[in-house]
């Protein structure tokens, strides 16, 4: 008859134990990323926005046929502009330098107050950030000063990117509401 070693009870929980460790780690990928340390950026930058005249840097892509109101705010309601919307240092566009764009959309989405849906990409060309971008998504009532919206992604340094940005209209023309300029503070978590 064979003999059986009297082997203490854990023996082979331990075993069992190190091979599972043994096998498993030939499945682990390794990493060569270390962690990083997440930053807070402050941004702070003027938004040109403009819808008329032969230098119009937003268009409505389904323009209504009646015309709009800005009393009103159901003769705009369902209205989508698409912009390509430069962003400067300073409020004037003339005497600013050019720091970035802003490219996206916005709809008025609400029948009772002047507020828009934004989707937007901002595109950073100058400084620090240059060639990164981040993307701005929410609520906009244009006429609540100030007002928030959120920093949901982003490109380059501003992958994984979250935050808000506090938005103040600076200027806004309303005879027409051709031209609008907003203040943007802007602050981002990244790594």
């Known amino acids: 008859m064979a003999k059986t070693a009297n082997l203490p009870p854990n023996h082979f929980l ?19 990323t270390s962690a990083k340390l997440e930053k807070l950026t402050h941004l702070h930058f003027y938004y040109h926005n403009n819808i008329a005249g032969p230098h119009a840097t937003a268009v409505p892509i389904n323009p209504k046929i009646q015309p709009v109101d800005l009393r009103d705010p159901a003769s705009l309601f369902g209205r989508l502009t698409i912009a390509d ?15 970035g764009s802003a490219q996206g959309m916005y709809g008025s989405a609400s029948q009772t107050e002047m507020s828009f849906a934004m989707v937007f990409n901002f595109a950073l060309t100058q400084g620090k950030y240059k060639g990164s971008s981040f993307c701005l ?11 928030e919206l ?13 935050g808000y940005a506090i938005l103040k209209t600076y200027y806004m023309d309303m005879q027409t509401g051709a031209n609008t300029i907003v203040e943007y503070d802007v602050y981002i978590r990244h790594y």
């Open 14 to 32: 331990i075993v069992s134990i190190i091979q599972l460790v043994i096998f498993s780690s030939a499945f682990i990928i390794p990493t060569t």
């Open 85 to 99: 919307d430069p962003l400067t240092s300073g409020p004037s566009l003339e005497n600013s330098t050019v720091v």
């Open 137 to 147: 998504l929410g609520r906009n009532p244009i006429f609540t000063n100030p007002r």
């Open 150 to 162: 959120a920093i949901v992604g982003g490109t380059g340094a501003f992958r994984f990117s979250r």
